[in-house]
């Protein structure tokens, strides 16, 4: 069964830590409807009627923004996609994985019928996973609060049956799974899913648009052959936009393979550029004897000089250095940026590094949540301090550079 990419951020959750989005995307509310009362009618729109045991709630569906993976989501919702036997592909769903505080997760009709300790087969992964598609992810549709409903997958590009819904502020999930919905009407349900219950999907189509939209394996397929695909390393390297050359992140799950897919897709669905990486050593003395000429180098060399951003991590000196391209700097700044705020010391690098330490007082806090949570004979490793750290670099940049509407 395919399982959320962030699957480890659970551990960390039961760990007592808040994994928020640095800057709470405000912005990012504009795409969705505000949450409808009880007794009020549906606006124009493409919804998903979820019943359970604790009641009925409505999600909204971004068909407008993104029209495939809603496609998909009515198609298997209706009988216009993968449908069984003449039913509905997500007939007999039950919500097979529910970690409090963090998702719900279903949409793999396979692994709803079969019990909860049972392993399921290549053959069950490949009957609940038909028709995958690639990743449509949207600048502003983030995981921002409860109700944020989104797919799950295994990676860039693999999406199919599985969508969650978000319990809580998820960023870290931005930019590694697709948010297509938001749940507009009985959030305070969410909470109260258990393992394994059983629920019923209803697509509800309000206004001649959301009618007019076509969910037809057809229309699904023009879709997928006209998306982005995803053509970055997959594995982090020298050229990739994420690297780890001395395995100082936690090695349990892929933290530097994830870091390096959500720098991709950032670039893939915004065009901008951000490579990071952390090493174990410091430059050397001659490397390091001008001041910015190591950083000015790498960044020329990883292709971050003119339009992108470069961080990088020196772990023996506990050292953060960012290089901003000569064509960001005005967005870091958020102001039009002067020959004045170039100079040595001067106002870039003293919002630098503000910006850093800020970050890095997160991770920090973070970490220590984690430790007081945690058992004392099962504390977090030293190399999740750095995760950490890094998150908060990564989704702080992120926040910088994603085009603002």
């Given at each position: 069964m395919r399982?959320?990419?962030?699957v480890?951020?659970?551990a960390?959750?039961s760990?007592?830590?808040?994994?928020k989005?640095?800057?709470?995307?405000?912005?990012?509310?504009a795409?969705?409807t505000a949450p409808a009362?009880p007794d009020t009618?549906?606006?124009?729109g493409l919804?998903?009627?979820?019943t359970t045991?604790?009641?009925?709630?409505?999600?909204?569906l971004f068909?407008?923004q993104?029209p495939?993976?809603?496609?998909?989501f009515?198609?298997?919702?209706?009988t216009?996609?993968a449908?069984?036997?003449?039913?509905p592909f997500?007939s007999g769903?039950?919500?097979?994985?529910v970690?409090?505080?963090?998702?719900?997760?279903?949409g793999?009709?396979?692994?709803?019928a079969m019990?909860?300790?049972a392993k399921?087969?290549?053959?069950?992964?490949?009957?609940?996973h038909?028709?995958?598609f690639p990743?449509e992810?949207?600048?502003?549709?983030h995981h921002?609060?409860?109700?944020?409903?989104?797919?799950?997958n295994?990676g860039?590009?693999t999406n199919?049956s599985?969508?969650?819904?978000?319990l809580r502020?998820?960023?870290r999930?931005n930019?590694?799974?697709s948010?297509f919905?938001r749940?507009?009407?009985?959030?305070e349900?969410?909470?109260?899913?258990?393992q394994?219950?059983?629920f019923?999907v209803?697509?509800l189509?309000v206004?001649?648009a959301?009618?007019?939209?076509?969910?037809?394996q057809?229309?699904?397929?023009?879709?997928?052959?006209?998306a982005?695909?995803?053509s970055?390393?997959?594995e982090?390297g020298?050229?990739?936009?994420?690297?780890?050359?001395?395995k100082?992140?936690?090695?349990?799950?892929p933290?530097?393979?994830?870091?390096?897919?959500?720098l991709?897709?950032?670039?893939?669905?915004?065009?901008?550029?951000?490579?990071a990486?952390?090493?174990?050593?410091?430059?050397?003395?001659a490397?390091d004897a001008?001041?910015?000429?190591y950083m000015s180098?790498?960044a020329?060399?990883?292709?971050?000089?003119?339009a992108g951003?470069?961080?990088v991590?020196?772990?023996?000196?506990?050292?953060?250095?960012?290089?901003?391209?000569?064509e960001v700097?005005?967005t870091?700044?958020?102001?039009?940026?002067?020959?004045?705020?170039?100079v040595?010391?001067?106002?870039l690098?003293q919002a630098?590094?503000a910006?850093?330490?800020?970050?890095?007082?997160?991770?920090?806090?973070?970490y220590?949540?984690?430790q007081?949570?945690a058992?004392?004979?099962?504390?977090p490793?030293p190399?999740?301090?750095l995760?950490l750290q890094?998150d908060w670099?990564?989704?702080?940049?992120?926040?910088?550079l994603?085009?603002?509407?």
């Amino acid at each position: 069964m395919r399982r959320l990419l962030f699957v480890f951020a659970c551990a960390a959750l039961s760990l007592g830590a808040q994994e928020k989005s640095p800057a709470a995307s405000a912005h990012a509310t504009a795409h969705a409807t505000a949450p409808a009362a009880p007794d009020t009618a549906l606006p124009d729109g493409l919804y998903a009627e979820f019943t359970t045991p604790h009641g009925a709630f409505v999600a909204e569906l971004f068909y407008r923004q993104t029209p495939m993976t809603v496609a998909s989501f009515v198609g298997r919702a209706e009988t216009g996609i993968a449908a069984r036997d003449g039913k509905p592909f997500f007939s007999g769903l039950t919500w097979y994985r529910v970690v409090p505080n963090f998702v719900v997760q279903s949409g793999d009709p396979i692994r709803s019928a079969m019990k909860p300790e049972a392993k399921s087969t290549d053959a069950d992964d490949e009957a609940g996973h038909p028709f995958p598609f690639p990743d449509e992810i949207v600048p502003g549709l983030h995981h921002d609060a409860a109700g944020v409903l989104s797919m799950a997958n295994g990676g860039p590009d693999t999406n199919s049956s599985e969508f969650f819904i978000t319990l809580r502020d998820t960023g870290r999930l931005n930019y590694l799974h697709s948010v297509f919905g938001r749940v507009v009407r009985g959030v305070e349900l969410l909470p109260q899913i258990k393992q394994d219950e059983s629920f019923s999907v209803k697509i509800l189509r309000v206004g001649a648009a959301a009618k007019a939209f076509k969910t037809d394996q057809i229309a699904f397929a023009q879709l997928v052959d006209a998306a982005k695909k995803y053509s970055a390393a997959r594995e982090p390297g020298p050229a990739a936009h994420f690297d780890d050359p001395d395995k100082l992140l936690p090695q349990d799950v892929p933290r530097a393979q994830n870091f390096n897919y959500k720098l991709a897709n950032f670039e893939r669905f915004t065009g901008r550029r951000i490579v990071a990486r952390v090493f174990a050593k410091s430059p050397s003395a001659a490397e390091d004897a001008q001041p910015g000429a190591y950083m000015s180098a790498l960044a020329k060399k990883l292709g971050t000089d003119r339009a992108g951003v470069l961080a990088v991590y020196f772990a023996d000196e506990k050292d953060w250095r960012i290089w901003f391209g000569d064509e960001v700097v005005s967005t870091f700044l958020r102001r039009p940026a002067t020959a004045a705020d170039l100079v040595p010391d001067g106002p870039l690098h003293q919002a630098k590094m503000a910006f850093i330490d800020a970050a890095v007082t997160r991770g920090d806090a973070d970490y220590a949540a984690q430790q007081k949570a945690a058992p004392a004979d099962h504390q977090p490793p030293p190399a999740q301090h750095l995760k950490l750290q890094v998150d908060w670099i990564v989704d702080g940049l992120i926040d910088v550079l994603e085009p603002k509407k």
